[in-house]
């Protein structure tokens, strides 16, 4: 794992967008794996100046999210889906059919996740997931406990996880209980991963996910063991003994 710590959630986010600019650079037709949170805010908008400023294009990419809200309705402010159009790719030259997520609406979510997983595939992969981390060390929506080996499926939201974004549910108007998300093992074979986190309160788990032992109890440890994983932290994020 290669791990920068920037003084600033500004940097933070400015250092992540160039990874972004420099995979579709380098790649074109690259595939995005793109998340939500607050977190990620930051690195769309910075991501979104390198696009005017610079010319980073996404013409020839395609993105899938990582997650989405099982019965959210897409065109709810709260889904992902919407998220994801506001925050970056109503504002770049993407070609919407190559944006994707699981369909919120879905008749069955389990088959939803098999689809899913299948059109990445065919898509060849994701070359580039960007990740954020929950406070208990969620990846996706891959809760502790989620074996490692599982594929894209309907997760069910652990109550920690929704304490912990009460707000954001409160305010955004919706109150999920399952999501469809990409499984450890689809994380696991992106091919480069970009994890980001932000703020003294995620310091706890990002000890933990950076330093402790490969487990499922902390479902983004499991990167410890990815070939090509950057974890850009700010400093209040960063384990005081950052390796
Ligand atoms: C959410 C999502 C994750 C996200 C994480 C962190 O619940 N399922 O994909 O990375 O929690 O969110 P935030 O950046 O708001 O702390």
Known sequence: MKIVVKQTAEEVDLAAAREVARQL???????????????????????????????????????????????????????????????????????RENCHLPDSEAEDFEQEARLYERRIAQAGGIDLQILGIGMNGHIGFNEPGTPFERDAHVAVISERSLSDKAEFYKKAGIAPRKAVTLGIRNIMRARRILLVAKGAAKRGIMEKTLLGPVTTEVPASVLQLHPDTTVILDSAAAPLNSP
Do not use: K, M, W
């Open 25 to 95: 650079l380098s790649r074109p037709e690259s595939v995005l794996g793109l998340s939500t949170g607050s977190t990620v805010l930051g690195l769309h908008r910075a991501l979104l100046r390198l696009h005017r400023e610079c010319g980073v294009s996404f013409a020839g990419a395609v993105t899938f999210n990582v997650d989405e809200y099982a019965g959210v309705a897409p065109d709810h402010p709260g889904s992902c889906r919407f998220r994801i159009f506001e925050q970056l790719l109503n504002q770049v030259d993407i070609r």
